[in-house]
């Protein structure tokens, strides 16, 4: 059984996913960031590969991105690394990145891998979702992967049920119209957080973008099954390193 | 087939299309659903061409040059896009997206610049329609274009310094999409050339358009025959390029022809020759030929020409490249550098470098006397003349 659809039927609330760079701060740090993150009890990793001209995300991701690509980071690369991550955990694994790199590695390819090491599921921003039903659906499901698709406020409801139709896994709640890494006050999506909630969708929604601390962390908790954290992850990991006890301590520091 | 219309998802064959995240997709279907219907209007219409005839000096002149014929023994005409207001044929798209923008109750304006002609172009209209202006440039090319950031400026624009990735004209193109997606309702993005996600490519190929209605219709007078030989144009994103072309497209004669900047040679290193290096990705939310690491990084691509210094080309141009409707070709920086001196010497119009390339290629034509040749001189030299300098 894929590992999200699992996760969310054994928990509901309160659930935490780290995004990081693949690639950051060191071109081989990927397999011990997700070992612990895993150790730090987070429910869900996501993975980024990066690209070079990554348009919905805000400077510090892009400087984490432009950083790896120097490291010599690619997607086969990552395949490479992760090829015995499974042996090491059996926490749900999301690739997320552009469409750009996957074009290039071959879409077919590129599903084809995820099912054998082991990932569950894979956001690409920039896909269109007339795209996903024309050209990628039959891949992904034969795959068994779970295609994660973005919503924001300005997304309306019949496009919601749409998107909520063509997702698997959860769907990405962007908590407002930003890049990532922003800076918008949470009031401000109250009303679009309870239209959400009030949808009944078949998916269960983490919210994601402008995530940093246990504040707000515990806000998006009240509206959704939980949070999705990255540029403060990757601001601490620029910080205070990748050692272990360093992650423990910003996971700590989010939730107990 | 139609060539020059895309599908109603964008594509032209398997160009184009919208690449964008969900962040971007309001402000891009709000677009979609409203660009035609309102530039096909008569109210439009009339506004923009009114606009284009007593403010922008259009028609621009089909200029016979006996000099140049002479010399390569063919009839040789140049469309003087250069003495539009502002310099180039940028300003054709500018004045048509921001009264656009108006008829969207859009009230601020943002926009990517490279060399600064589309800068230039884009602040222009924005003064004479009152209407809020940040132009994103990068850093790189702030510097180096200096005098069009002070034009920018005097104009009453926000000049913003794009400082993330190489910082040149891709990533003033990204930092002006993620200004996009911050502020979805209250402002309109203008690109400035065929590129970007539907309908960006249609919408700038129907007010580039203009350029090749003019040249046929000028043809056709001075000739008796609306149907040249050649139009030759130089390549970067492809806006004059494919205004020029347009009205040509499956005529049945008129040959068209494409010309990249090849940089310091196309297998330097330093290249900005897409279709020669390129293979079919995904730039600014469109599919297309670029030039890009086989593992699918974008590739910071080189000219001497700031405005043909783009890693993509237009998706309609790779459609037209891949059904042999246009010839792709490239010369070098030299090669444009020379034809840009030998214009100025033999005619006396300085031209813009990236319109140089289309003439430096009319050296590497075999020509019949008979054989009508129409040259795009997309802009002029002013903007180039430190480069010039240097060179002299």
Same mark, same amino acid.
């Given at each position: 059984?894929?590992?999200?659809?699992?996760?969310?039927?054994?928990?509901?609330?309160?659930?935490?996913?780290?995004?990081?760079?693949?690639?950051?701060?060191?071109?081989?740090?990927?397999?011990?960031?997700?070992?612990?993150?895993?150790?730090?009890?987070?429910?869900?990793?996501?993975?980024?590969?990066?690209?070079?001209? @990554?348009?919905?995300?805000?400077?510090?991701?892009?400087?984490?991105?432009?950083?790896?690509?120097?490291?010599?980071? /690619?997607?086969?690369?990552?395949?490479?690394?992760?090829?015995?991550?499974?042996?090491?955990?059996?926490?749900?694994?999301?690739?997320?990145?552009?469409?750009?790199?996957?074009?290039?590695?071959?879409?077919?390819?590129?599903?084809?891998?995820?099912?054998?090491?082991?990932?569950?599921?894979?956001? $690409?921003?920039?896909?269109?979702?007339?795209?996903?039903?024309?050209? $990628?659906?039959?891949?992904?499901?034969?795959?068994?992967?779970?295609?994660?698709?973005?919503?924001?406020?300005?997304?309306?409801?019949?496009?919601?049920?749409?998107?909520?139709?063509?997702?698997?896994?959860?769907?990405?709640?962007?908590?407002?119209?930003?890049? #990532?890494?922003?800076?918008?006050?949470?009031?401000?999506?109250?009303?679009?957080?309870?239209?959400?909630?009030?949808?009944?969708?078949?998916?269960?929604?983490?919210?994601?973008?402008?995530?940093?601390? =246990?504040?707000?962390?515990?806000?998006?908790?009240?509206?959704?099954?939980?949070?999705?954290?990255?540029?403060?992850?990757?601001?601490?990991?620029?910080?205070?390193?990748?050692?272990?006890?360093?992650?423990?301590?910003?996971? =700590?520091?989010?939730?107990? | 087939?139609?060539? /020059?219309?895309?599908?109603?998802?964008?594509?032209?064959?398997?160009?184009?299309?919208?690449?964008?995240?969900?962040?971007?997709?309001?402000?891009?279907?709000?677009?979609?659903?409203?660009?035609?219907?309102?530039?096909?209007?008569?109210?439009?219409?009339?506004?923009?061409?009114?606009?284009?005839?007593?403010?922008?000096?259009?028609?621009?002149?089909?200029?016979?040059?006996?000099?140049?014929?002479?010399?390569?023994?063919?009839?040789?005409?140049?469309?003087?896009?250069?003495?539009?207001?502002?310099?180039?044929?940028?300003?054709?798209?500018?004045?048509?997206?921001?009264?656009?923008?108006?008829?969207?109750?859009?009230?601020?304006?943002?926009?990517?610049?490279?060399?600064?002609?589309?800068?230039?172009?884009?602040? #222009?209209?924005?003064?004479?329609?009152?209407?809020?202006? #940040?132009?994103?440039?990068?850093?790189?090319?702030?510097?180096?274009? =200096? @005098?069009?950031?002070?034009?920018?400026?005097?104009?009453?624009?926000?000049?913003?310094?794009?400082?993330?990735?190489?910082?040149? $004209? =891709?990533?003033?193109?990204?930092?002006?999409?993620?200004?996009?997606?911050?502020?979805?309702?209250? /402002?309109?993005?203008?690109?400035?050339?065929?590129?970007?996600?539907?309908?960006?490519?249609?919408?700038?190929?129907?007010?580039?358009? !203009?350029?090749?209605?003019?040249?046929?219709?000028?043809?056709?007078?001075?000739?008796?025959?609306?149907?040249?030989?050649?139009?030759?144009?130089?390549?970067?994103?492809?806006?004059?390029?494919?205004?020029?072309?347009?009205?040509?497209?499956?005529?049945?004669?008129?040959?068209?022809?494409?010309?990249?900047?090849?940089?310091?040679?196309?297998?330097?290193?330093?290249?900005?020759?897409?279709?020669?290096?390129?293979?079919?990705? !995904?730039?600014?939310?469109?599919?297309?030929?670029?030039?890009?690491?086989?593992?699918?990084?974008?590739?910071?691509?080189?000219?001497?020409?700031?405005?043909?210094?783009?890693?993509?080309?237009?998706?309609?141009?790779?459609?037209?490249?891949?059904?042999?409707?246009?010839?792709?070709?490239?010369?070098?920086?030299?090669?444009?550098?020379?034809?840009?001196?030998?214009?100025?010497?033999?005619?006396?119009?300085?031209?813009?470098?990236?319109?140089?390339?289309?003439?430096?290629?009319?050296?590497?034509?075999?020509?019949? #006397?008979?054989?009508?040749?129409?040259?795009?001189?997309?802009?002029?030299?002013?903007?180039?003349?430190?480069?010039?300098?240097?060179?002299?």
């Amino acid at each position: 059984m894929n590992r999200i659809d699992k996760l969310f039927q054994q928990k509901q609330n309160n659930l935490l996913s780290i995004y990081f760079t693949a690639g950051f701060p060191n071109l081989n740090d990927t397999l011990s960031i997700v070992r612990h993150l895993d150790k730090a009890g987070v429910d869900l990793i996501e993975i980024g590969f990066p690209f070079s001209d @990554p348009l919905a995300d805000g400077p510090v991701i892009q400087q984490s991105s432009g950083q790896a690509i120097e490291n010599g980071m /690619t997607l086969s690369m990552l395949f490479e690394q992760l090829k015995d991550v499974r042996r090491h955990t059996q926490i749900p694994l999301v690739l997320m990145g552009y469409m750009n790199p996957v074009l290039q590695f071959g879409e077919k390819e590129f599903f084809k891998k995820c099912n054998e090491i082991g990932i569950d599921g894979v956001i $690409l921003p920039d896909m269109p979702l007339d795209y996903f039903e024309c050209k $990628l659906q039959n891949i992904v499901e034969e795959n068994d992967i779970a295609n994660i698709l973005l919503i924001t406020p300005e997304t309306n409801s019949e496009r919601i049920n749409q998107i909520d139709n063509l997702s698997r896994g959860f769907l990405y709640m962007v908590s407002s119209n930003s890049i #990532t890494g922003g800076n918008k006050t949470m009031d401000m999506q109250t009303e679009y957080f309870y239209r959400i909630k009030a949808m009944n969708l078949k998916n269960p929604t983490l919210i994601g973008f402008g995530i940093k601390n =246990k504040e707000t962390y515990e806000n998006a908790c009240k509206y959704s099954n939980g949070a999705i954290i990255g540029t403060a992850f990757i601001e601490h990991l620029k910080q205070h390193g990748i050692a272990k006890e360093s992650i423990q301590t910003f996971i =700590k520091s989010i939730r107990k | 087939m139609n060539h /020059t219309k895309p599908d109603k998802y964008g594509y032209y064959g398997e160009f184009g299309g919208a690449f964008v995240p969900e962040m971007l997709y309001p402000n891009i279907k709000e677009l979609q659903e409203n660009y035609e219907q309102i530039i096909q209007s008569d109210s439009f219409q009339e506004e923009f061409k009114s606009l284009l005839r007593d403010y922008v000096g259009r028609p621009t002149p089909l200029f016979f040059s006996k000099n140049l014929s002479a010399q390569f023994g063919a009839k040789i005409y140049l469309k003087r896009e250069d003495l539009n207001h502002t310099g180039a044929h940028k300003i054709n798209n500018a004045i048509g997206q921001v009264l656009l923008a108006k008829r969207l109750n859009k009230n601020r304006i943002i926009a990517e610049t490279g060399a600064g002609q589309h800068g230039v172009a884009t602040a #222009t209209a924005c003064a004479l329609m009152n209407i809020d202006c #940040t132009i994103f440039m990068g850093e790189i090319d702030i510097d180096r274009q =200096k @005098p069009n950031v002070e034009r920018m400026r005097i104009l009453g624009a926000k000049v913003v310094a794009a400082t993330s990735g190489s910082k040149t $004209l =891709k990533d003033a193109t990204n930092e002006a999409i993620r200004e996009w997606i911050n502020n979805p309702v209250d /402002t309109h993005y203008i690109i400035g050339s065929v590129v970007g996600p539907h309908p960006y490519p249609d919408l700038v190929t129907q007010f580039q358009s !203009i350029i090749s209605e003019e040249i046929k219709m000028q043809l056709n007078e001075q000739t008796g025959n609306e149907r040249p030989d050649y139009v030759i144009a130089c390549l970067g994103g492809g806006s004059n390029a494919i205004g020029a072309f347009y009205h040509f497209i499956d005529n049945g004669k008129t040959k068209l022809i494409a010309v990249e900047a090849g940089g310091e040679g196309v297998y330097s290193g330093k290249t900005a020759a897409t279709i020669a290096l390129g293979k079919i990705g !995904i730039i600014h939310g469109s599919k297309t030929y670029l030039i890009q690491t086989d593992d699918g990084q974008i590739v910071e691509p080189h000219s001497i020409s700031a405005g043909l210094d783009y890693p993509g080309i237009g998706p309609i141009h790779s459609f037209l490249h891949d059904t042999g409707k246009v010839e792709v070709v490239n010369v070098t920086d030299q090669e444009a550098l020379d034809a840009a001196f030998h214009l100025s010497k033999v005619d006396g119009i300085i031209p813009a470098l990236e319109s140089a390339h289309a003439l430096a290629h009319l050296n590497k034509m075999t020509l019949k #006397t008979s054989d009508v040749v129409v040259i795009n001189l997309s802009g002029r030299g002013d903007k180039d003349m430190l480069t010039y300098q240097k060179f002299m």
